[in-house]
């Protein structure tokens, strides 16, 4: 499944392109809008974006400008960019920047857009089966992370820790990457539910393999260090790699730098989540810190995400979980937990929360899984697509509220979970073949006939 961001200030075009893909895309899809260039940006902090079609020219700041933000947050991520006819020879140097997979005129047909981004799916897919192959490479060269290093980790989180100057020493002798002065991000993953027969190397070769996937997508903008444990678990410690570049002194750059990871380590293990899924044909599971960690409290802090890691991983699942240190209303899952019950919590869920946030990536973190395996999940029990089946009900929703209360149009389309009166419209009449005030009117005139026939047949009988 891939993410796409469609970023321009006219609302009109953004709102026809996300239409276009929900219904004329053949993949699996998640689809972001941004009006501006500042809501992209947000979006981007916060979300893995696989491919971003953006206006080249908005005010604030220029396509070009966003398109290099867009490679230090995600580098593998493809952008196509919309041009009006005098806009060629900037398309083009945008395009030799790197990353650009196409330039699409405004005025152009449906399905030139379409084929862009379809162009755009064919070259990550690609770059997935380059980095299968690199994979295999690295997995059979890579024996196992240096013992000194492993065991200086655990040394320099062992109770009593060691005072800081102990751990700079120790952190030089053993070539650390990661920096003893700083905190560090925690993430912990387990692999289970192994085929049966499946040799101790070839399962220490999964754990390898995984850590080398991470390592492709952290290294870009992280420093990380990961070694395995007992149980089939591997940890990771994560810092920005900002500092690296020379932010180290400057504080406000680097509260920056510790915020932007913050926001993005979530979708970083997500993708690494699915590539593990997909390359190795294994499921992984992680518990993700909720923040950066000093060293005084790395080795408590671990042993608890290690322990709510085993709470909710084990059963051959991905599960994807973001400690909180808030009680959590989300879904528990029992002990032998099956799909279908798992499948009746989401669909109570969206029932009960039509007009609030139904994101995938919402309703994934209520189950402790990711979007992506929700999505098949969903799709593999019910037969249809989680995005189908929430419009269904909203539609149901907006008929009740139609044919049985006076409220506005407006009002409906709210309470029914849409943005606008203007989509709901246009939704409500792409999927019941006339507008929600056609559907009002014809409800009335067959209650009205009703009423008249029983009042009919009524003084008949009398």
């Not at 997909?278 to 599971?285: I, M, T």
């Not at 395996?373 to 989680?386: A, E, K, P, V």
Request: charged residues 25%.
């Amino acid at each position: 499944m891939y993410r796409i961001l469609i970023v321009d200030d006219e609302p009109f075009i953004v709102n026809n392109i996300f239409q276009l893909l929900a219904e004329g895309s053949q993949r699996e899809l998640e689809a972001y809008r941004a009006f501006n260039v500042y809501e992209a940006l947000d979006c981007l902090a916060h979300n893995r974006i696989d491919v971003v079609i953006s206006d080249i020219r908005m005010p604030g700041m220029s396509g070009i400008e966003l398109h290099e933000r867009i490679i230090h947050s995600w580098p593998m991520c493809k952008v196509i960019f919309l041009t009006g006819f005098n806009e060629f020879d900037y398309a083009r140097k945008a395009i030799r920047m790197g990353g650009v997979v196409d330039y699409v005129l405004k005025n152009e047909d449906d399905h030139v857009l379409l084929e862009a981004v379809e162009k755009a799916f064919a070259e990550l897919d690609k770059l997935e089966e380059q980095m299968n192959q690199d994979l295999h490479a690295k997995t059979k060269l890579q024996l196992a992370i240096p013992a000194l290093q492993k065991n200086t980790l655990l040394e320099m989180i062992a109770e009593p820790v060691p005072a800081p100057k102990v751990r700079a020493r120790k952190f030089a002798e053993s070539d650390m990457p990661i920096l003893p002065d700083k905190p560090v991000f925690l993430v912990v993953g387990s692999m289970d539910g192994w085929e049966e027969g499946m040799s101790e190397s070839e399962r220490t070769l999964l754990l390898y393999a995984c850590q080398n996937i991470a390592a492709e997508y952290l290294m870009p903008t992280c420093i990380q260090l990961s070694f395995t444990l007992e149980a089939y678990k591997i940890v990771w410690f994560i810092q920005p790699g900002a500092w690296m570049a020379g932010a180290a002194g400057d504080d406000e750059q680097e509260q920056r730098a510790w915020k932007h990871l913050k926001t993005r380590v979530y979708s970083i293990m997500e993708t690494v989540q699915q590539t593990c899924t997909k390359l190795l044909k294994h499921p992984v599971s992680f518990v993700i810190a909720r923040e950066p960690y000093g060293w005084e409290q790395i080795g408590s802090r671990m042993k608890a995400l290690t322990d709510l890691l085993g709470r909710y991983a084990g059963n051959g699942q991905e599960m994807l979980i973001q400690d909180s240190d808030k009680p959590s209303s989300s879904y528990e899952p029992a002990d032998g937990e099956h799909a279908e019950q798992l499948i009746l919590f989401i669909q109570h869920y969206v029932t009960d929360h039509l007009g609030g946030d139904l994101s995938l990536t919402a309703l994934a973190t209520l189950v402790h899984h990711s979007p992506t395996y929700l999505s098949r999940l969903y799709r593999r029990t019910t037969g249809m697509m989680l995005s189908d089946y929430i419009t269904q009900e909203r539609m149901k929703k907006a008929r009740m509220l139609l044919e049985e209360t006076g409220m506005k149009i407006q009002e409906i389309a709210a309470t029914a979970g849409y943005e606008g009166a203007s989509q709901f419209n246009r939704s409500f009449k792409r999927l019941n073949g006339m507008t929600p005030q056609e559907y009002r009117e014809r409800s009335i005139m067959e209650k009205d006939f009703k009423k008249a026939t029983k009042v009919k047949k009524d003084k008949d009988r009398r």
